[in-house]
């Protein structure tokens, strides 16, 4: 496929030697036959190509000036192109429009009469500008001057008469080319035309001009000449112009051909294709929100030129049907695009709604987003479509919509209603605190390979220090069925459990990074065959802090109801490879809390008290026996209770149900009773400290619980 030429004001999609996707090419072989026809008739003339901006316009100029210059040999059209927008006044268009003609003639012997006459005519007149002393032709002196100049006994009237003679003495005619006359200001209009009518009114010397028409009429309304008068704007266009030539209407059938080409080139261009989902999506948001936009050449370029030029390193980074609709919003309403960083948070999904929005319906989120929209200038006719495209986009707005949708499967497609991405496709890249698919596909192979690479360091960097995303988008890949190291991640994550810098996230910062981990390793343990589980798990336990993650890894996957509560016993027959795990992180357990055994238990470590409260999901027999060995020799119950059950629960209950279900697998309830029986049976005395507060709040809640501590049975 040819080149798009999609960062230029040029055609594109649209060459020559390629397919007339347009039409434009059979539009400027009938503007060529015109040309002649036309040429037959009169010595001179005006046509104008007329159709609204961005139509096709100046494709067709273009392949009209290609074409006459290509078959400039022998009697055919030579060509001058006049920009106006360069000139502001008469003297520099005059001097310019001859300047054009005269340099569009051949430069040989034959030329060199009619070279000299045009060159000596435009010098002629060229003080015109500078005897009125104005930059306009609305002056009633200034057009007596020109008409004085041309009609009278004066060297411009010679001047004018030689050229004119030359001019039909070559034989060939000139063609003038003048593009976006819409774009000129009401003076600057006006000279052009007056020039064109007046001064450039040559034999031989055609004039092609092309703009916009409601456009050009509303600049010549607000022109003294004209005055706020539509009729008499089109009377004066058909003064100057003899021949329209209103471009063909660009079908629907046209524009769809030409966004199914744009978007080929822009995918080609960036190796990509689309999944048949990703196909459907497309179409279900072209047909639906964007066909009704792109309706124009210069609006389908505009729009695929920005998604050519901002795809770059997003490409395989981010989802490209997600991309080209962001693209659009931010191309087609770029007050509505600056929308979604604002809501950021509520889009994803990841804002605390405020009370008055919590039992907020539908139809009332709907709304507020249409005044937002609003306020942003969408007009009202896109309204619709622009809410339609943000519920494509993001899971609160397409529920409100009632469409259905969860932000897991935005995030397994990695799109922006995803928070995990949505940064993405703001920055047009990939941020410096994001890490880029390929090398997080390159990190998981290194791992699964076994083969240390820089790639594997900065995924385990990241999955310390930024855990809870790290260990989503690990949960996306496994979500999607991709395969992966789950052996060497245990043991990644193991080795930075007790390292873990990320913050805590979510409603009311509940989310921590150690809670993500243990979410993740479980899953993780599920996907490795039964018997290479407890090596694994023996592994991660090798570290006090991988034992804590080992240890509970091991009781979110043998726990019946899958849940945090302490199910310390299965009443089926408990499979070979869990028996020899418990008994494997028992073991690495043990060996990491053997230096406490010498202290007093108020020196115990955080870590160290962590490891007991862990042994109970292992091996709560060992757990007991160790911790009543210790309470026989050098620690007190109510000290190891102290320690265990820290005062930072308040105003939770120190002792609730799963609490005492957890010390009767630690320490066994009666005997705890029996050791603090003295305690107990005394009545609470007035603490003196913090300390005896605290040791006094455990005994009552003991005398509370007395008597219906389960059997150690």
Do not use: C
């Amino acid at each position: 496929m040819a080149d798009a030429h999609f960062f230029n004001d040029e055609p594109f999609l649209d060459h020559e030697e390629g397919p007339d996707l347009l039409g434009h090419g059979q539009y400027a072989q009938h503007v060529l036959s015109l040309l002649d026809r036309v040429r037959a008739q009169t010595e001179t003339g005006v046509l104008a190509l007329i159709g609204p901006w961005g139509s096709g316009k100046s494709s067709v100029l273009g392949k009209v000036t290609r074409r006459l210059r290509e078959s400039e040999n022998g009697e055919g059209w030579l060509v001058a192109e006049l920009n106006p927008w360069l000139y502001s006044d008469l003297e520099s268009l005059t001097l310019a429009l001859f300047s054009e003609i005269r340099e569009a003639l051949p430069n040989d012997e034959r030329w060199s009469e009619a070279r000299q006459k045009i060159g000596g005519f435009g010098k002629a007149i060229s003080p015109l500008g500078k005897v009125t002393a104005l930059f306009g032709l609305d002056s009633e002196g200034l057009l007596q001057e020109v008409s004085n100049r041309i009609s009278g006994d004066t060297s411009a009237s010679a001047a004018k008469r030689k050229a004119e003679e030359a001019l039909r003495k070559a034989g060939r005619p000139v063609l003038v080319v003048m593009d976006d006359l819409d774009r000129l200001t009401p003076e600057e209009l006006l000279v052009v035309f007056k020039l064109v009518r007046l001064v450039g009114h040559l034999p031989g010397v055609y004039y092609l001009i092309s703009f916009d028409e409601r456009t050009l009429l509303d600049v010549l309304q607000r022109s003294e000449l004209v005055g706020n008068s539509e009729p008499r704007a089109r009377d004066f266009l058909e003064k100057i112009i003899q021949v329209r030539l209103d471009l063909p209407a660009f079908r629907e059938r046209d524009a769809d051909l030409l966004v199914e080409r744009s978007l080929a080139a822009v995918l080609a261009s960036h190796s990509l294709t689309l999944t048949p989902g990703e196909q459907q999506r497309l179409s279900e948001a072209y047909y639906q929100h964007l066909q009704a936009r792109l309706r124009t050449p210069r609006a389908i370029k505009r729009f695929f030129g920005q998604a050519d030029a901002t795809l770059g390193q997003l490409t395989g980074n981010v989802d490209i049907v997600d991309f080209l609709l962001v693209t659009f919003l931010r191309t087609s309403e770029p007050r509505a695009y600056q929308l979604l960083w604002q809501h950021r948070a509520e889009l994803t999904g990841t804002s605390v709604d405020l009370p008055s929005r919590r039992d907020e319906r539908p139809e009332q989120r709907i709304d507020r987003w249409r005044t937002r929209l609003q306020d942003a200038g969408v007009a009202e006719q896109h309204l619709d479509g622009v809410i339609g495209l943000l519920g494509m986009l993001f899971a609160p707005l397409r529920q409100a919509l009632r469409y259905g949708a969860t932000t897991q499967a935005i995030a397994l497609r990695r799109g922006i209603g995803s928070i995990d991405y949505f940064d993405r496709y703001m920055v047009f890249g990939i941020p410096d605190d994001d890490l880029p698919e390929h090398t997080f596909d390159t990190a998981l192979q290194q791992l699964s390979d076994g083969t240390p690479g820089t790639e594997a360091d900065e995924l385990l960097l990241r999955l310390r220090d930024d855990t809870q995303r790290i260990t989503r988008r690990i949960q996306y890949k496994r979500a999607a069925g991709t395969p992966l190291p789950a052996a060497a991640l245990l043991k990644a994550a193991a080795q930075q459990y007790g390292r873990l810098t990320s913050a805590p996230q979510g409603v009311l910062g509940l989310f921590t990074a150690d809670r993500a981990m243990d979410f993740l390793a479980k899953d993780l343990l599920t996907d490795l065959a039964e018997p290479e589980r407890p090596a694994i798990l023996q592994t991660m336990a090798e570290t006090p802090d991988g034992a804590v993650l080992s240890a509970r890894t091991l009781q979110r996957v043998t726990s019946r109801d899958d849940s945090d509560s302490p199910d310390h016993t299965q009443a089926a027959a408990t499979p070979d490879w869990i028996s020899e795990a418990r008994s494997l992180i028992s073991h690495e357990i043990a060996q990491h809390l053997t230096p406490s055994a010498s202290r007093p238990v108020d020196e115990l470590t955080e870590l160290e008290i962590t490891l007991i409260w862990a042994w109970r999901h292992t091996a709560p027999d060992d757990a007991r026996t160790w911790i009543n060995q210790r309470l026989d020799e050098r620690w007190t119950p109510l000290g190891l209770l102290a320690v265990l059950l820290p005062p930072e629960r308040a105003p939770f209950p120190l002792i609730d149900n799963d609490t005492r279900q957890s010390l009767d697998a630690l320490i066994g309830l009666e005997a705890l009773h029996s050791r603090l029986e003295p305690l107990l049976d005394t009545p609470a005395a007035h603490p003196d400290s913090p300390q005896d507060e605290h040791q006094q709040r455990i005994l009552q809640s003991l005398r509370q619980h007395r008597g219906n501590a389960p059997s150690n049975g």
